[in-house]
């Protein structure tokens, strides 16, 4: 198994996870840049003396990505988006404003359109499209590190919202049963709040318990 760092910032109003993900090569990848993102994802690189690849983006939401071209143009990093959350990017751009915080149009490098493993150096991350929260949403799933990076539709003893544009909770839970259906070993890491597993959001989270998904 590969020892790979995984190091989490939490950034802007509404407390977003973001996650570094230094590979053995020096080289970096993000998991989401929200809001005050660039500052702590620049200083780490200077001091580390890391190389930014990659931004995948879990969703369109405003306090997933309003960091992400800032830091692109200073890094050259790709930013990954899903093709169906590309409709709600100009809404994001007007939450920012609504919250204060900076902006800038992102340039997105590779759109998915499909579940294909993204190789990036020595690992392979498998994004998992999960509508119910947005309809672009996609979990990013690390099988050698049992780790999956589920933005805002699972976290620690709750899921995300469906009342928002683009939400539905009949694809919510699909994506739940696809989230689900991994080893219960593997850890969870959700774009708020703490970690978890897949076995004990089984066990233990109310709505999924509710929804007999488990």
Known sequence: MYELKLT???????????????LQEPRIILIDAGPGSFEKVIYYIDRYGQRLTYILLTHA?????????????????KIVMHSRDLELIELAESTSRIFGVRWKTMDIDLVL??????????LAIKPLHTPGHTPGSVCYYSREMKWIFTGDTLFHKAIG????PGGSITKMYSSLRKILSLPKDVKVYPGHGPASTIGYEMRYNPYIKSMKLS
């Open 61 to 77: 939401h405003f306090d997933h990505i309003s960091d992400a071209q800032f830091i692109r143009e200073v890094t050259g990093a």
């Open 8 to 22: 989490k910032f939490v950034v802007g109003p509404l407390r977003t996870n973001v996650y570094l993900i230094e």
């Open 161 to 164: 919202r469906t009342d928002l």
């Open 113 to 122: 359109t499909s579940e294909e493993d993204i190789k990036i150096g020595e």
